[in-house]
């Protein structure tokens, strides 16, 4: 039972003192909101494309930067990186004299991507450079994972795409359908100049053994592109684990057979296995069979994607039709490519087989 208590003693007194009169609370301000469609205001959201990347405080005709832009251009035997070779790649540094473009070029895609993928490495890019950069940075990732090569400095790296600058799109919204044009109408367009050799004059190069036109056609994207942008700057700124490896090249199966590892074919199944203790084969990893001891047989020895080097540059209608006409000729002798100074090099060979490069009108 609850006890009532007298109620002097269950009460209590507040005396209210009136508050002056204040200045009304100023409204919120707006800025940096937008309205939603249920008329409530919240935060814009976090646009990464607005970030201004650039540090060059004052405008300025001189390239000035403290980034590292290295502009680029790879030059492959089509156009899906499945079927397609990298053959040619220039890289300019743009803080360094355009003497200074280092060319890698070979007939041996894994050895010319791991020099190249050094190279670029040493160079620890900001800002990578590039005519429909898309193409290179889809290039470069495949071969970094076909080639097993790291290359964390493809994603660390901001890629700026050349051609969507100059379609006026860049970072700043606007659609439209106006034609982006080709790399060869803005160097004609800011420059003057034509590229020396037509890609079909660079395919027909190769189908004869020679990487000379696409090196030399390859340096002119590559000091064109890193010209226009700095030509942008002057505008904007006035200035893991190891991953199993079923179909290795030739040089890693090489790597391995010094190591004393050896891939065979499951003779039931045909999937290829890593023996680590080849006196001990094991299962096969799919149908768990018992794998036969490695035999000059068995031994997975070449694995790299055949090319055929005198349809390069043909579509399949094109091939058909040349090797109908009889002008299809298979690729016998492949010329070498000197590595301290291939466009010298390529150049001095052109012009003692009687082949000249176009010149601007």
């Known amino acids: 039972m609850s006890e009532e208590l007298p109620s002097e003693l269950n009460s209590f007194t507040v005396t209210l003192t009136p508050v002056t009169e204040s200045q009304p609370s100023p409204t919120p301000s707006l800025a940096g909101l937008v309205q939603t469609a249920e008329g409530v205001y919240s935060a814009v959201p976090y646009d990464p494309s607005k970030l201004d990347y650039q540090k060059s405080a ?31 790649c220039s890289v300019w540094d743009l803080n360094e004299p355009k003497a200074n473009m280092v060319t890698f070029a070979s007939w041996d895609e894994e050895q010319l991507t791991k020099d190249l993928f050094e190279y670029i490495a040493s160079k620890d890019p900001d800002i990578i450079l590039a005519f429909n950069a898309k193409f290179e940075n889809r290039c470069f990732v495949s071969r970094s994972m076909q080639f097993r090569i790291p290359a964390p400095w493809i994603w660390s790296a901001e890629w700026h795409d050349l051609m969507y600058i100059l379609e006026g799109g860049w ?15 803005w160097l004609m367009y800011f ?7 037509t890609i079909d004059e660079c395919f027909e190069g190769i189908r004869q053994g020679r990487l000379d036109e696409m090196i030399i056609r390859n340096r002119t994207c590559v000091a064109g592109q890193g010209d226009i942008y700095q030509l942008y700057l002057y505008s904007r700124y006035g200035l893991q684990e190891e991953v199993p490896e079923e179909k290795p090249t030739v040089t890693r199966i090489e790597e391995w057979m010094a190591e004393g ?22 299962q096969c990893w799919r149908c768990l069979a018992n794998l036969p001891a490695p035999s000059p047989e068995n031994i997975v020895r070449e694995a790299v994607r055949p090319v055929d080097w005198g349809a390069v540059g043909y579509s399949s209608k094109e091939l058909a039709a040349a090797k ?3 002008t299809y ?6 010329q070498p490519v000197a590595p301290e100074a291939p466009q010298v090099t390529a150049m001095q060979r052109l012009i003692r087989l009687g082949v000249e490069p176009h010149v601007s009108e």
Not at 173 to 182: A, D, I, N, V, Y
Not at 268 to 277: I, K, R, T
């Open 329 to 334: 000729q298979p690729v016998t002798t492949l």
């Open 191 to 197: 420059f003057g100049e034509t590229k020396p050799y």
């Open 171 to 185: 970072k700043n919204g606007l659609q439209g359908s106006q034609p982006t044009g080709s790399e060869e109408n």
């Open 261 to 282: 590892k050896a891939l065979v074919k499951c003779s039931v199944c045909g999937a290829v296995n890593e023996l680590f203790d080849p006196a001990n084969p094991g």
């Open 58 to 88: 004052k405008a300025t005709p001189e390239f000035q930067t403290d980034k590292t832009i290295l502009s680029l251009d790879v030059e492959t035997t089509g156009t899906n990186p499945w079927e397609y070779r990298l053959i040619v």
């Open 324 to 326: 109908k006409a009889g």
